[in-house]
């Protein structure tokens, strides 16, 4: 095996650092994308989505004369499927009166068509999507078996799930463990073959649903994690306590480490990979099941907090600040932030909200502005939702001279109570019973 091609199909925040990666360690890639938009962008020098260093990685990838992109696959020695596996936005499941959202994997299946017609004897398919378990298996292989070659056959076949950190990802996608599951023993050495290209972490070899399944419970065990770390945010209103000084106290406990509360979970990891395993496996999940329903109504808990604060939101003017579903990073999907927005303007709030990392941000049914100042400007009330290190660092005397409001609901613990008080401001943090 000696892997000089590769087609990397999905040229998102997985793919394109992907892709960019192995083209500048030596081997020739086509990056595709079905978005034109995606792909004339990158022809033009631009970029399309926020990574810290993405931008130099990308440049260097194509000045070395390595990395092309395209809308369509070409032949290649390898193949990475690295393209969105969302849940159904109109397909639901249902056990025993438990409700249940499906995975759409529209796009996996799509591109391991699109691979079908340039798929030889002796190459190498990668699955890197999130998925359910068994999608290799069962979803991938048939697909690709009508080239009329044999998975695990004629050709090799693996799973190997990212594992990175949004704002870290060009450093672990390098340094991070790397766990490859083929459908063939032969297979699973193929990926690390491949993947030995750049990973200087540690490579891990497995079958493809042992693979599947640890990427989803790597992220289902940290959605439990946040969930019972919004439950004590709830209890702790109701108790009278601080959450987030009884949880800095509780983690003095040398084997205890409770993760901090929030508006709620977003992303298109640790917000949708759960319920995979749920839809895998309804009677076995309750657990799982929960933590999703309480992770996913937070957003209530945050309307029901800027409520007592500012009393009718009906025409009330809201500044929010971040949309991003977590800290310092220009990732928009599945953001509670969005969902927040989206309730408190049902109840007639007027809203505008600011995205510091994608100021140009057009969100459907948002209305986001470029500035932080004009996102001030008229408003009640400051909604702090996300934990953006440009947030934390705001002066409360500066905000002060450029906003009339002086309620403040932070949702992330962003900001120094005190600081904002002695400014003029009444700061009300979310599962904080005290004040």
Not at 54 to 79: C, I, Y
């Amino acid at each position: 095996m000696n892997f000089k091609t590769l087609c990397v199909l999905g040229l998102g925040y997985i793919g394109l650092p992907t892709a960019s990666t192995f083209a500048t360690h030596g081997l020739d890639v086509i990056g595709v994308d079905v978005n034109p938009y995606v792909v004339e962008t990158l022809r033009n020098g631009g970029l399309h989505l926020h990574e810290p260093g993405l931008r130099t990685l990308v440049e260097a990838a194509f000045k070395s004369g390595h990395l092309r992109v395209s809308e369509l696959p070409a032949e290649a020695d390898a193949f990475i499927i690295a393209v969105p596996t969302p849940f159904f936005a109109d397909r639901l499941g249902e056990y025993e009166g438990r409700i249940y959202k499906m995975a759409d994997l529209g796009a996996v299946k799509a591109a391991a068509q699109a691979i079908v017609p340039y798929l030889r004897k002796g190459n190498l398919v990668v699955l890197e999507s999130t998925s359910p378990p068994g999608t290799t298996e069962k979803v991938v292989a048939p697909i690709l078996e009508r080239s009329g070659l044999k998975a695990g056959v004629d050709f090799y076949l693996a799973y190997s799930p990212e594992r990175v950190l949004p704002g870290q990802i060009l450093r672990e996608l390098i340094e991070n463990a790397r766990v490859i599951g083929g459908i063939t023993p032969e297979s699973a050495r193929a990926g690390r073959e491949l993947y030995a290209t750049f990973v200087k972490g540690e490579i891990v070899l497995t079958d493809a649903t042992t693979a599947e399944m640890v990427k989803l419970m790597e992220n289902t065990y940290r959605d439990v994690n946040i969930a019972i770390a919004n439950e004590f945010a709830r209890l702790a209103e109701r108790l009278g306590v601080d959450v987030w000084e009884a949880i800095a106290l509780a983690n003095r406990h040398p084997r205890v480490k409770i993760l901090s509360p929030g508006p709620g979970v977003g992303g298109h990891c640790i917000s949708v990979d759960p319920w995979f395993l749920v839809e895998a496996a309804p009677d076995l999940t309750q657990l799982i099941h929960t933590a999703r329903q309480v992770n996913d109504e937070q957003p209530r808990f945050v309307i029901q907090k800027v409520r007592q604060v500012l009393g009718e939101l009906n025409g009330r003017h809201i500044a929010a600040l971040g949309l991003a579903y977590k800290a310092d990073v220009d990732d928009l999907r599945e953001s509670p932030a969005i969902e927040v927005i989206h309730r408190l303007q049902a109840e007639g709030a007027q809203v505008k909200a600011f995205e510091p990392f994608k100021p140009q941000a057009q969100v459907e049914g948002v209305n986001a502005v470029p500035t932080l100042e004009e996102a001030l400007e008229d408003a009640d009330l400051i909604l702090v939702l996300v934990r953006h290190t440009p947030f934390v660092r705001l002066q409360p005397q500066e905000i002060a001279r450029t906003t009339k409001a002086r309620l403040i609901v932070d949702t992330v613990n962003a900001l120094d109570r005190g600081h904002w008080q002695a400014a003029g401001f009444s700061l009300f943090r979310l599962g904080d019973g005290k004040g």
